[in-house]
């Protein structure tokens, strides 16, 4: 196992700690896929933000018609607050983002934003229980547009997913982070 560099405390040097490491981006990047190869390789949990909320409230798609998308927002912040207090990976629904508190708390994280084309995800969204793609790839591109600079605002690595393997891409997380950068690629 990799040798992890030193968190903000152990280094004293003002950089921000290794962990939590955030994924962030739009539907499909591949946050879930990337964010557990990654734990596994650095030997830490790896949590999902929106498994939290299934696990405990249901399915996204139910919570969305039976609640409106504000209640999954509160119960999503909840989720984020919950993942960021671990030392782990931790991977954000795309819009966990809109929140000022969420935001406010990862610039304090390592934060790595996986990002995805339009025609890429074409592929990935098709026949999926996404609530806010009821006009599939259209409703993408205009949630995606929106949220874009959030997204990139936020990020200290960026990393296109639209044609790589996903084990490729873990390791280019992996890198940045045993280098110790904080710097948007």
Same mark, same amino acid.
């Given at each position: 196992? =990799?040798?992890?560099?030193?968190?903000?405390? *152990? %280094?004293?040097?003002?950089?921000?700690?290794?962990?939590?490491?955030?994924?962030?981006?739009?539907? %499909?990047?591949?946050?879930?896929?990337?964010?557990?190869?990654?734990? !596994?390789?650095?030997?830490? =949990?790896?949590?999902?933000?929106?498994?939290?909320?299934?696990?405990?409230?249901?399915?996204?798609?139910?919570?969305?018609?039976? +609640?409106?998308?504000?209640?999954?927002?509160?119960?999503?912040?909840?989720?984020?607050? *919950?993942?960021?207090?671990?030392?782990?990976?931790?991977?954000?629904?795309?819009? %966990?983002?809109?929140?000022?508190?969420?935001?406010?708390?990862?610039?304090?994280? !390592?934060?790595?934003?996986?990002?995805?084309?339009?025609?890429?995800?074409?592929?990935?969204?098709?026949?999926?229980? !996404?609530?806010?793609?009821?006009?599939?790839?259209? #409703?993408?591109?205009?949630? +995606?547009?929106?949220?874009?600079?959030? +997204?990139?605002? $936020?990020?200290? $690595?960026?990393?296109?997913?639209?044609?790589?393997?996903?084990?490729?891409?873990?390791? #280019?997380?992996?890198?940045?982070?045993?280098?110790?950068?904080?710097? +948007?690629?």
């Amino acid at each position: 196992m =990799p040798e992890l560099p030193p968190t903000q405390a *152990q %280094a004293g040097n003002g950089d921000l700690p290794d962990f939590p490491l955030v994924l962030i981006g739009p539907m %499909a990047a591949g946050k879930t896929k990337v964010g557990k190869r990654v734990a !596994r390789v650095l030997g830490v =949990p790896f949590v999902d933000t929106d498994a939290l909320i299934v696990s405990g409230h249901g399915s996204v798609a139910n919570l969305f018609s039976r +609640y409106g998308e504000e209640h999954f927002r509160a119960l999503e912040r909840i989720a984020v607050g *919950q993942a960021l207090a671990t030392r782990s990976v931790v991977s954000l629904g795309g819009g %966990a983002v809109l929140d000022a508190g969420t935001r406010a708390d990862l610039a304090r994280c !390592r934060v790595v934003y996986l990002s995805v084309t339009e025609q890429a995800v074409a592929g990935r969204i098709n026949g999926g229980k !996404r609530p806010l793609l009821a006009n599939g790839l259209a #409703d993408w591109i205009r949630i +995606y547009e929106l949220r874009r600079p959030l +997204y990139e605002e $936020l990020a200290g $690595l960026h990393i296109d997913t639209s044609n790589r393997q996903m084990d490729s891409i873990a390791d #280019d997380v992996v890198a940045w982070i045993q280098r110790g950068q904080n710097t +948007y690629d």
